[in-house]
């Protein structure tokens, strides 16, 4: 199944914001692909909000007045022009890794752009 995630791409800017965007990113990852929730719902990602700590009254806020609207516009607007053949895709620092299919494919990408593993003294 798709939905609209639009205010979950909104939700995620504001999370960013309050330092707890790789949270709220992983919250929605696990709500809509293991437990198959509609992640274009608010209750559902004021219930992933919640679960992280943060404010489910200053999310409310934050999608009332569409605060990072033009975040997530100007996101959407360089997916456009990059234009992937293939979804998945992954950008990094301007490097484009279109639908990998291998781990060593997203392995290679990261040393490319020196990030390092979890544990591996990052």
Request: with cysteine; hydrophobic share 40%.
């Amino acid at each position: 199944m798709t939905f609209n995630s639009r205010v979950a791409h909104e939700l995620n800017k504001w999370a960013d914001t309050q330092g707890c965007g790789a949270a709220f990113r992983k919250a929605v990852f696990c709500a809509y692909l293991v437990d198959g929730k509609n992640i274009g719902k608010v209750p559902v990602l004021m219930e992933l909000v919640s679960s992280i700590g943060l404010s489910c009254q200053e999310a409310d806020r934050i999608l009332e007045t569409h605060a990072f609207k033009d975040a997530v516009d100007s996101d959407w607007a360089r997916s456009l022009q990059v234009d992937p053949e293939y979804i998945p895709s992954l950008m990094l620092n301007g490097q484009l890794l279109v639908n990998p299919q291998e781990y060593s494919l997203y392995e290679k990408l990261m040393r490319d752009n020196n990030i390092k593993r979890r544990g591996d003294g990052a």
